[in-house]
């Protein structure tokens, strides 16, 4: 076993708004599913319900993502920068 870190991931684009919209739309649909099946409201409602829930959410879980892809690369950049350097002698 050996402690150095795993090998960063590569740079990407954040992902689309679309993209956004669908998942968020896909994980509102299926946590909503069970508990209003359970108050009798019909899944086409539901989906409506979920597609809105989406609309609204996708916007924050996109700049979520970039905040994120950015620290990555803050990171990667620190991370070289402290390569170049080499070891500190103490």
Known sequence: MTSEPPPPLPSRPPRSL???WAVDS????LALLVLLLIFGVSVITI???AVV???IAAPSTR???MRALAAREQDRATREQ???EGP???
Do not use: L, Y
């Open 53 to 55: 829930v989406g609309a």
């Open 88 to 90: 500190v002698n103490e």
């Open 18 to 20: 679309v993209v956004h």
């Open 47 to 49: 989906a409506v319900i």
């Open 82 to 84: 402290r390569e170049q």
């Open 26 to 29: 896909a994980v509102a649909f």
């Open 63 to 65: 700049r979520a993502e």
